[in-house]
């Protein structure tokens, strides 16, 4: 009779003793100081990691109590460890002169880490417009290459889940809608220079959206017109311009005329809404003597205004 010996697996010394919470634990995140020059940026990072006075109010936060939030990182193919969420934290931590970083180590692939990367920077203040746009449109392409997973049921299943992701699951996590997110998108689709004009408020959200139809060589045409006319077009101007050259007739003539038109003020009307006012009021008031109200304290405002500049 054969032995079979040689078919029995002997359990290690830690597996025997080792307990069940031990081996739960074992599986927990665990935070662990990091090398700064272990950490490497998210390829593509669209947030840009300013010294600005934020980061100089970062900067004495850690000096005083250290870094309170571990960033996200997952292991590099070539060493080291990338960061998903911390860009800030580890610039402030160079300039705070520390050495190293707390942080969470998390295996993730590429599109887990990019969603988890572009939420967690999402809901900062002074994100720019372009900033915004190449972050959602990178996470929209990440939720949407999951929703092409080879196990799914069908072709059918698979363009069911991306419909969803376009309009519910990317607002998710998101200070914006999802009709808002897609128009941020679409400055994805302007020359670099017409995005930093809409970074720097020389044009509108609204008007460069219509912009970002305009053809690559119509884009450059219309920064050579900018440049000459030194104006930047208008909401109507911009519809125009989409308008001319969806029907093929966007050339120089056309958009030098457009571009050359006077334009119309600007509405400057200022609504305040009731809600904010009535703190101020008998409960009784109603908007209309309000608003009466209102109108005789400016006019005595501005009668002892100008009495003072008559001294």
Not at 55 to 83: C, N, W
Not at 106 to 133: K, Y
Not at 211 to 234: G, M, N
Request: glycine content about 4%; overall charge negative.
């Amino acid at each position: 009779m054969k032995s079979s010996a040689k078919n029995i697996s002997l359990n290690s010394y830690d597996d025997i003793f080792s307990t069940e919470e031990t081996r739960e634990d074992e599986k927990r995140e665990k935070v662990m100081d990091m090398p700064l020059s272990e950490l490497h940026p998210f390829p593509d990072h669209p947030f840009q990691v300013r010294d600005d006075d934020s980061m100089k109010e970062t900067v004495e936060s850690i000096k005083e109590y250290g870094v309170l939030v571990p960033a996200i990182v997952r292991p590099r193919a070539d060493g080291g460890y990338e960061l998903i969420s911390g860009h800030r934290r580890k610039r402030a931590c160079e300039l705070a002169g520390l050495p190293t970083m707390p942080v969470i180590v998390r295996n993730l692939d590429d599109d887990a880490a990019t969603i988890i990367m572009v939420d967690s920077n999402i809901q900062r203040e002074n994100i720019l417009p372009s900033e915004r746009a190449k972050a959602y449109k990178m996470k929209l392409d990440a939720i949407k290459h999951q929703g092409q997973r080879t196990d799914l049921t069908s072709v059918q299943v698979g363009q069911k889940l991306q419909g969803k992701v376009s309009r519910d699951l990317l607002a998710e996590n998101s200070p914006d809608s999802s009709t808002q997110i897609q128009r941020y998108i679409r400055l994805n689709e302007l020359a670099p220079q017409l995005q930093q004009m809409v970074d720097d408020k020389k044009i509108a959200m609204t008007p460069a959206v219509e912009l970002s139809y305009l053809k690559p060589e119509e884009q450059t045409l219309l920064l050579d017109t900018i440049e000459s006319e030194q104006a930047t077009p208008s909401l109507s101007q911009a519809q125009r311009l989409k308008n001319f050259s969806q029907e093929g007739h966007l050339n120089e003539d056309s958009m030098l005329a457009i571009m050359s038109e006077e334009k119309k003020p600007e509405k400057s009307d200022l609504t305040i809404k009731a809600d904010k006012l009535q703190k101020y009021f008998p409960k009784s008031y109603t908007p209309q003597q309000m608003e009466q109200v209102i109108i005789r304290l400016l006019d005595g405002w501005q009668k002892k205004r100008q009495r003072d500049q008559e001294r």
